[in-house]
C-alpha cells in the first residue's frame, strides 16, 4: 500500500523529470554557440530520449524511451559518444538509485552496441563514476541495498568497458607491428579468459542487499545480467577449450619467449598460467548455480529459461593438470636437448685438430658432458624448476592473487 509519504516522494520526482524536460525545451529556443563542437556536445533530442528513458520512477521502465535510445545508437554509430556522455550528465548529477540503475542499463546497452560497431565509432571506458553512489531517494532501511547494488553494477560496467579499451588499444598497436601478435595467441587468450572471468566474479555480485528489493526494476536489470552472464560464461568455456586443444592436441603450438625468458620457461609459465585459469573456473562453475537459484527463487525470468550449471569435478581438474604439467615436462626436456647441440659454420679448409667434419654446410656435433650431467634430475625437478603439482600442492603454486597484474 502506497503511504502518503511515497506519494508525495514520487510526486515531487515526476516534478523533477518534467523540470529538466522543459530546460531542455528551453535550450532549443537559445541561440546556438558558434563552435561546432560545442553544439555537437549538447543535443536536445539525444538529452529529452535520456531523460524519458532514466526517469526517477522506480515502479516502471519506460520502454518506449530506451528503445529509442538504443534505435539512435543503432541507426547512427556517431551517435554513441553523444549518448553516452549524455547519460553521464544525467547519472553523475542524480542522488536517486532509480535513476542510476537506468542509466547504467542503457549504458550496458550502449557498449554492447559499441562492441559492434566500426572501430573508429566505439566507445571507450564509462565517462561516469558511481563508485561511490548514495541513494537519497529511498528510507534509510532500503537506501543501503540499493546504493550497493547499484555500485556494484557500476563496478562490472567500468571494467568491462576498460577491458575493452585496453583490447581496443592492444589491436590497433599490434596492426602496426606486423605479424608478431600470432606469436602471443595462446597467451593472450589465456590473458583474455583471466579478465572473463574477473568480469564474471563482478557479475555474480550485482544481487540484492538489503529485504523488499524485489521490485521490478531490480529483476529487470538482473534480466540484463544473466543474458550477460552467459554470454562471458561461454566465452570463458571456449578460451578453456582451444587453450587445452593447443597445450594437448596433436599439434600443440609453442609459447613466445618473453625478454630473457627461455623457451621451456615460457611453457611452464602458460601450464601455471592455465592450471590457474582452470581452478578458478572449477570455483566460478559452483557459485555460478548458486546465483542461478537465488535468481530463480527472486523470479528473474532469463535466470528460469536456461539449464543448471553443471560443476567439472575435482578429480578431472587434477587428472589435466597432471596431463599439462606432465606435457610440459616432455616438452621442456626435448628443449634441453636441442640445447645441448651446438651448430657450427663450416670452413674453406679442414682442422686436424677438430673431431667436426668440414663442409659447406651445417654442422651439429652432441656436446656429451652437459648430456650427461642431465641424466640425475630428482623427480619432479627439471632444470631449475620444480614441477608444482609433483612437489608441491596446488595452494602453494595459486596463492598469488595476480591473474590480472
Known amino acids: 500500500m502506497t503511504t502518503a509519504r511515497q506519494w508525495w516522494r514520487r510526486a515531487a520526482a515526476a516534478v523533477k523529470d518534467r523540470r529538466s524536460l522543459y530546460l531542455t525545451r528551453v535550450a532549443v529556443l537559445r541561440p546556438r554557440p558558434a563552435s561546432g563542437v560545442a553544439a555537437a556536445l549538447r543535443s536536445p533530442e539525444l538529452e529529452a530520449a535520456v531523460i524519458l ?53 542503457l549504458a550496458h546497452g550502449l557498449l554492447l552496441r559499441s562492441d559492434a560497431a566500426p572501430r ?17 531517494s529511498s528510507p534509510p532501511s532500503k537506501s543501503s541495498g540499493f546504493s550497493a547494488f547499484v555500485r556494484a553494477y557500476f563496478r562490472f560496467l567500468d571494467t568491462r568497458s576498460l577491458f575493452a579499451a585496453q583490447e581496443l588499444d592492444d589491436d590497433a598497436g599490434s596492426g602496426s607491428g606486423g605479424g608478431e601478435a600470432a606469436d602471443d595467441g595462446e597467451d593472450a ?34 534480466d540484463c545480467v544473466v543474458i550477460e552472464i552467459f554470454e562471458v560464461y561461454s566465452q570463458i568455456c571456449t578460451g578453456i577449450a582451444r587453450f587445452l586443444v593447443a597445450v594437448l592436441g596433436s599439434a600443440p603450438t609453442t609459447p613466445r619467449p618473453r625478454p630473457g625468458e627461455t623457451l621451456a620457461a615460457a611453457r611452464r609459465r602458460r601450464g601455471v598460467q592455465g592450471m590457474r585459469v582452470l581452478r578458478k573456473a572449477a570455483e566460478q562453475s559452483a ?36 596431463i599439462i604439467m606432465n606435457h610440459v615436462v616432455e616438452e621442456s626436456g626435448k628443449e634441453e636437448e636441442k640445447e645441448t647441440k651446438a651448430l657450427v659454420v663450416a670452413v674453406e679448409e679442414t682442422r686436424p685438430a677438430s673431431k667436426t667434419v668440414v663442409t659447406k654446410e651445417w654442422v651439429v656435433f652432441d656436446d656429451d658432458d652437459n648430456a650427461a650431467a642431465g641424466g640425475g634430475a630428482r623427480p619432479g625437478h627439471f632444470g631449475g624448476y620444480v614441477n608444482p603439482f609433483v612437489g608441491a600442492p596446488w595452494d602453494a603454486v595459486a596463492g598469488s592473487r595476480d591473474l590480472l597484474v
Open 189 to 222: 587468450r589465456l590473458d583474455r579468459v583471466a579478465k572473463q572471468q574477473h568480469l564474471l566474479d563482478l557479475l555474480m555480485q550485482i544481487r540484492p542487499y538489503g529485504d523488499g528489493m524485489e521490485q521490478g526494476l531490480i529483476l529487470e536489470a538482473m
Open 287 to 322: 557459485q555460478l548455480s548458486s546465483y542461478f537459484d537465488l535468481c530463480r527463487s527472486l523470479g528473474v525470468l532469463n535466470a528460469a529459461e536456461f539449464p543448471a550449471v553443471e560443476r567439472v569435478p575435482d578429480d578431472d581438474i587434477r587428472d589435466l593438470e597432471k
Open 120 to 136: 573508429a565509432a566505439r566507445l571507450g571506458r564509462v565517462p561516469f563514476d558511481l563508485a561511490d553512489f548514495r541513494d537519497r
Open 53 to 105: 528513458a532514466t526517469s526517477h520512477d522506480e515502479r516502471s521502465v519506460d520502454y518506449g524511451s530506451a528503445a529509442r535510445v538504443l534505435a539512435l545508437a543503432r541507426a547512427s554509430p556517431p551517435a554513441l559518444q553523444l549518448l553516452m556522455w549524455e547519460l553521464a550528465r544525467r547519472a553523475g548529477r542524480t542522488r536517486c538509485w532509480a535513476v542510476a540503475l537506468k542509466a547504467l542499463m
